[in-house]
């Protein structure tokens, strides 16, 4: 079974930077692309970005351009490094792994952005 626990989230004025990680562990051997959604209150979640473990990248279109995701195969960490945040992007991100069979989710990190 996977487990994921995010990290880094906080406060932050707009145009500021965040850098949020995912630490997983469990069958990675089986991976097939790890990802981020976030969910603003009142809304639905949505994808932020997704890397495959092929290297292949797709971001929402609100964020291209201002995030990255990444990821430290050695470390088992993801990350998603925010810039130039906006009080649009104030949400509870979430950590995402999908295998063949099923996907797993973190518990989430919150993320305020003030304007």
């Known amino acids: 079974q996977v487990q994921l626990v995010e990290s880094g989230g906080g406060l932050v004025q707009a145009g500021g930077s965040l850098r949020l990680s995912c630490a997983a562990s469990?069958?990675?051997?089986?991976?097939?692309?790890m990802g981020w959604y976030r969910q603003a209150p009142g809304k639905q979640r949505e994808l932020v970005a997704v890397l495959t473990t092929g290297g292949s990248t797709n971001y929402a279109d609100v964020v291209k351009g201002r995030f990255t995701i990444s990821r430290d195969n050695a470390k088992s960490t993801q990350y998603l490094q925010m810039n130039s945040l906006e009080p649009e992007d104030t949400a509870v991100y979430y950590c995402?792994?999908?295998?063949?069979?099923?996907?797993?989710w973190g518990k989430g990190t919150r993320v305020t952005v003030s304007s």
């Open positions: 469990g069958f990675l051997s089986r991976l097939l692309d």
């Open positions: 995402t792994a999908r295998l063949p069979d099923m996907s797993y």
